[in-house]
């Protein structure tokens, strides 16, 4: 069993930044492919990004690709996404989510654990 709860979101002008956390309880976490979803009014859960269970690999929708980081401390069970060159349009509820399956997942159903989410808002 994992537990994930977000933190760091918030509101944030156009153009800044913002740094969001995921600690991940349970044994398990090092055996998780971890991502980052987002979910806007109105639209689909979509993937934003994920990292491997090592952190080595790392991968990226490419409306985010060059603006966000995935990063994650298995030291201190925490998975990170780094946000810069925020648009009006990443406005969302982002989520983190663990799946016990390796390599590039992206889709909702491919995940076990979610995390409660946490909002992002970017002004124009």
């Known amino acids: 069993q994992v537990q994930l709860v977000e933190s760091g979101g918030g509101l944030v002008q156009a153009g800044g930044s913002l740094r969001l956390s995921c600690a991940a309880s349970?044994?398990?976490?090092?055996?998780?492919?971890m991502a980052w979803f987002r979910q806007a009014p109105g639209k689909e859960r979509e993937c934003v990004g994920g990292?491997?269970?090592?952190?080595?690999?790392?991968y990226y929708a490419e409306c985010v690709k060059g603006r966000f980081t995935i990063s994650r401390d298995n030291a201190k069970h925490t998975v990170y996404l780094q946000m810069n060159s925020l648009k009006a349009e990443d406005t969302a509820v982002y989520y983190c989510?663990?799946?016990?399956?390796?390599?590039?997942?992206?889709?909702?159903?491919?995940?076990?654990?979610w995390g409660q989410g946490t909002q992002v808002n970017v002004s124009s």
């Open positions: 349970g044994r398990t976490f090092t055996s998780n492919t």
């Open positions: 989510a663990a799946t016990q399956y390796s390599g590039s997942r992206r889709r909702v159903f491919e995940y076990d654990y």
């Open positions: 990292i491997s269970r090592s952190g080595s690999i790392t």
